[in-house]
């Protein structure tokens, strides 16, 4: 049992030094901010979105934060209101991230969960009831690969570099995973009308790894924008 009570009797030097200790553990913390409960600003200055993804011990909630407060800054930046974090979405979204990476799909329709197959019905087994539904997907790779382009295995690192004897290209921190991502999404036109809408009200995601044999791993991912109510 943790007690926060002086020492009886007469205090010493060294009673005295115990006892500040005493007082200052029993102190009440400075509360910290949920991931999704600050702004994006405050958020993408932690320490934490600068250190890379490491694939084997992926943070599966700071990715997701990534993933929303880049959204909303994009949203913020367009003169749009930002969004609501919901975890109903983020549990949505999950299912579908889940199932592309296992069976390797990138689709809206999942053939792997049959009271899931939609974007509508994965909302709904996560109990959220929505008036509006949008849904984004994608892939992106782990490390800052620009797709298409020739790489060559080196010895360090990542593995893998522009040059037979270049430097290794490096992975994605948190941060530059949701830039590049959303930069992927803004690039086209029905990925873009998703994230600037004025429809949704609330915002969840989910990124999930497959590790290819290849040895450049990828994400799959999912956003989901949605607005509670019944639909029309």
Avoid at 26 to 44: I, L, M, R, S, V
Avoid at 109 to 123: C, F, I, Y
Wanted: hydrophobic share 35%; charged share 20%.
């Amino acid at each position: 049992m943790n007690t926060c009570h002086p020492p009886a009797g007469k205090i010493g030097a060294v009673a005295v030094f115990w006892l500040l200790a005493t007082l200052a553990a029993c102190a009440p913390k400075p509360a910290t901010q949920a991931p999704f409960d600050q702004p994006a600003e405050a958020f993408f200055a932690l320490e934490s979105t600068g250190r890379p993804i490491d694939p084997q011990k992926v943070d599966q909630a700071l990715l997701a934060a990534a993933l929303f407060h880049e959204t909303n800054r994009l949203r913020q930046k367009n003169g749009r209101p930002p969004l609501i974090h919901d975890s109903r979405l983020d549990a949505a979204a999950r299912m579908q991230a889940g199932d592309m990476a296992r069976h390797e799909f990138l689709s809206h329709t999942n053939p792997h969960r049959p009271k899931g197959r939609t974007p509508a019905d994965r909302a709904l087994l996560a109990g959220f009831h929505y008036h509006f539904l949008a849904e984004n997907v994608a892939t992106q790779f782990t490390i800052q690969y620009q797709s298409g382009r020739t790489v060559y295995r080196v010895p360090a690192g990542t593995g893998f570099s522009y040059r037979p004897d270049g430097s290794p290209l490096p992975r994605h921190t948190y941060r530059s995973f949701a830039a590049t991502v959303l930069e992927q999404w803004m690039n086209s036109p029905g990925h873009r009308q998703n994230i600037l809408s004025a429809d949704p009200e609330h915002f969840g995601s989910d990124c999930r790894l497959r590790q290819e044999q290849s040895g450049l791993d990828q994400f799959y991912c999912v956003q989901l924008f949605g607005t509670p109510g019944e639909k029309n």
